[in-house]
């Protein structure tokens, strides 16, 4: 159970970043995991005034509110245009509905959580993220960074070729995944993002150029064979070290042909 002694409204993001450098204080968005702490917060900062709960699209990019709601990410017509049902996908199975609709997608980002849906869709896509006093930094570098008091205004999504297929293995439904994995297609080249393993999401590039002539069925499996060899996995209540390398494979190759648009569903 948390328990607040002030609740602050704040009207500008100096106000909010003044507020968040005591380790007293805390910033809240839709207090879905917050609530769940055992903690005393002495001033809950409310970021709700702000404008950063819209999803904006301009020329080269989109730009995603912190306070944004999974539910609103997962349904905006504009995103799945650009980027497919990957990003859908990728959040359909937490919690609910209304649970989606209170949580928002700041929060999932910045608290880097490893079992994030939302954090290895978005790295596999090459998201950046925004923040009021390091600027713009990519998603990948931030997700490797230590925590500090900074604060996440924007994720930004820059329209590029760029194609993604999202799969999990779960226990159950909405339960968290017992792996998670992101494919995607870019202007660089093939990459995937593996997360829940159970350390934070990690992305594998082709840097040995596996899929330089093309997806096919034995270059998929080699390269998801190359990415399970290149992380690390761990054991928990949700399965073994060994399993998840297996799911690393099985998944990663799917995801590489469901890219290719290829259904095959082959260990």
Request: charged letters at 25%.
């Amino acid at each position: 159970m948390i328990s607040i002694e002030e609740y602050k409204i704040v009207e500008s993001l100096e106000e909010a970043y003044k507020l968040n450098q005591s380790r007293s204080n805390q910033i809240i968005g839709g207090m879905c995991w917050v609530k769940m702490q055992n903690k005393s917060v002495h001033t809950a900062i409310d970021m709700s005034n702000l404008g950063l709960d819209t999803i904006e699209e301009f020329d080269d990019c989109f730009k995603i509110g912190a306070m944004t709601t999974l539910r609103a990410l997962e349904t905006n017509e504009r995103i799945m245009e650009f980027f497919g049902n990957g990003i859908s996908e990728s959040l359909c199975h937490i919690v609910g509905v209304q649970f989606r609709n209170c949580a928002t997608v700041g929060a999932s980002v910045f608290m880097r959580f490893p079992f994030s849906d939302v954090v290895t869709a978005l790295l596999a896509l090459d998201a950046q993220v925004q923040l009021h006093q390091k600027g713009i930094v990519s998603l990948e570098d931030f997700a490797k960074m230590p925590f500090d008091r900074d604060i996440l205004t924007h994720i930004i999504l820059k329209k590029q070729n760029i194609k993604m297929k999202y799969l999990s293995l779960r226990n159950s439904y909405t339960d968290f995944p017992v792996l998670a994995v992101a494919v995607s297609q870019t202007e660089n080249g093939v990459q995937a993002c593996v997360g829940a393993r159970p350390q934070r999401a990690e992305l594998v590039k082709d840097q040995g150029n596996i899929l330089a002539n093309g997806i096919t069925k034995e270059t998929a499996k080699e390269f998801a064979e190359f990415a399970a060899n290149a992380l690390s996995f761990g054991t928990n209540p949700r399965g073994s070290a060994e399993y998840r390398k297996h799911l690393c494979k099985v998944l990663v190759c799917r995801g590489l042909l469901a890219l290719n648009g290829d259904d095959e569903n082959e260990n």
